[in-house]
């Protein structure tokens, strides 16, 4: 019998859930609409039943340790889902005791990006490392912050709010209604708004300017960058400053080892991470040039979520 942690990643639209061994390894891996049933308890009773169902399919056989679910708004101390704009549950949730009940095995909860940093702990290129963050460069930008072997919860469970340290005063509108965040500046929409300023400000022939608006993608921007174009080029430099300089402020707090790059955007690889350890290393303390690795992620992205959100079973379950 194969001993495995669940892992569960709730999404505004899917949910991933994979049996993911103390080594990382998913044996058995499924999806499902979020959407499903019209409150949580009634998606709860749809997760049991893929969960099911794909157990009794299989043709392992599992003892289940725990489960781990990452999620919008997880609070790791009470296990609850808070007022996530993007999930049609509203208010608070009270996930792992709900799912604890139903299932009959031990869950433990926490936000999407502090899976991704337990994940890159247990089994990917922070394995050994006591200070670390990663930074995961989606649609919005989160933050998983690692310092002497824990993550940082900070007194609430909501510490680790990267993406909206202001970096622009009176900057771009967030969706978390301020202005200025991070987030606006350095993620998958972040590189698109500046896609439309450059363009703009330069009036220069570029790939990009064929393109209708809905069409310009950071994926986009991307493959004209892979093609030489100095528009597209200049749009990951701005991007890669922005997240360079805050970078640089976020070491003065923690001074981590190490700093990874997940998601979409980082799959850009050098056109992001050049000018971002160019920017972060001429904006640091002096006592901190040169001791920092900024790194992509080692995790696959494809099962990432799933994998981090075990990795927190295994962390709090595997006595």
Same mark, same amino acid.
């Given at each position: 019998?194969?001993?495995v942690g669940?892992? #569960?990643?709730?999404? $505004? @639209?899917?949910?991933?859930? %994979?049996? &993911?061994?103390e080594?990382?390894? +998913?044996?058995?891996?499924?999806?499902?609409?979020?959407?499903l049933?019209?409150?949580?308890?009634?998606?709860?009773?749809?997760?049991?039943?893929?969960?099911e169902t794909?157990?009794?399919?299989?043709?392992?056989k599992?003892?289940?340790i725990?489960?781990g679910?990452?999620?919008?708004?997880?609070?790791?101390?009470?296990?609850?889902i808070?007022?996530a704009?993007?999930?049609?549950?509203?208010?608070v949730?009270?996930?792992?005791?709900?799912?604890?009940?139903?299932?009959?095995?031990?869950?433990?909860?926490?936000?999407?990006?502090?899976?991704?940093a337990?994940?890159?702990?247990?089994?990917?290129?922070a394995?050994?490392?006591?200070?670390?963050? #990663?930074?995961?460069? $989606? @649609?919005?930008?989160?933050? %998983?912050? &690692?310092?002497?072997?824990?993550? +940082?919860?900070?007194?609430?469970?909501f510490?680790?709010?990267?993406?909206?340290?202001?970096?622009?005063?009176?900057?771009?509108?967030?969706?978390?209604?301020r202005?200025?965040?991070?987030e606006?500046?350095a993620?998958?929409?972040?590189i698109?708004?500046?896609?439309?300023?450059?363009?703009?400000d330069?009036?220069?022939?570029?790939?990009?300017?064929?393109?209708?608006?809905?069409?310009?993608?950071s994926?986009?921007i991307?493959?004209?960058?892979?093609?030489?174009?100095?528009?597209?080029?200049?749009?990951?430099?701005?991007?890669?400053?922005?997240?360079?300089e805050?970078?640089a402020?976020?070491?003065?707090?923690?001074?981590?080892?190490a700093?990874?790059?997940?998601? $979409?955007?980082?799959?850009?690889?050098?056109?992001?991470?050049?000018?971002?350890?160019?920017?972060?290393?001429?904006?640091?303390?002096h006592?901190f040039?040169?001791?920092?690795k900024?790194?992509?992620?080692?995790?696959n992205?494809?099962?990432?979520?799933?994998?981090?959100?075990a990795?927190?079973?295994w962390k709090?379950?595997?006595v």
């Amino acid at each position: 019998m194969r001993k495995v942690g669940i892992g #569960i990643d709730i999404g $505004g @639209t899917n949910t991933q859930i %994979g049996f &993911v061994d103390e080594d990382g390894k +998913v044996f058995l891996e499924t999806t499902m609409s979020t959407l499903l049933g019209e409150t949580f308890e009634e998606y709860l009773e749809e997760l049991y039943n893929v969960i099911e169902t794909a157990k009794a399919e299989s043709k392992e056989k599992f003892d289940i340790i725990g489960i781990g679910v990452g999620a919008p708004n997880g609070n790791f101390y009470k296990g609850t889902i808070e007022f996530a704009p993007n999930l049609k549950w509203k208010g608070v949730i009270e996930v792992t005791k709900l799912m604890t009940e139903k299932f009959g095995i031990p869950a433990v909860l926490t936000n999407d990006a502090n899976a991704a940093a337990i994940g890159e702990m247990m089994f990917g290129g922070a394995k050994g490392m006591n200070n670390f963050i #990663i930074i995961t460069l $989606g @649609t919005g930008l989160g933050s %998983g912050i &690692v310092v002497n072997g824990e993550l +940082v919860y900070g007194h609430d469970g909501f510490a680790g709010e990267l993406g909206h340290v202001i970096v622009e005063k009176g900057g771009r509108v967030c969706g978390c209604g301020r202005r200025g965040c991070l987030e606006t500046y350095a993620s998958a929409t972040g590189i698109r708004r500046t896609a439309f300023e450059v363009i703009a400000d330069r009036n220069q022939e570029t790939l990009l300017s064929s393109l209708s608006y809905d069409d310009i993608t950071s994926f986009k921007i991307y493959e004209a960058a892979q093609n030489g174009d100095h528009i597209a080029r200049e749009i990951f430099r701005e991007t890669g400053r922005y997240l360079g300089e805050a970078l640089a402020d976020f070491v003065a707090n923690g001074s981590p080892e190490a700093i990874f790059l997940f998601g $979409g955007l980082a799959n850009a690889g050098d056109l992001i991470l050049e000018p971002t350890e160019k920017y972060m290393e001429e904006n640091l303390l002096h006592i901190f040039k040169n001791k920092v690795k900024l790194q992509i992620s080692q995790l696959n992205e494809g099962d990432a979520a799933v994998v981090g959100a075990a990795a927190l079973a295994w962390k709090e379950f595997n006595v």
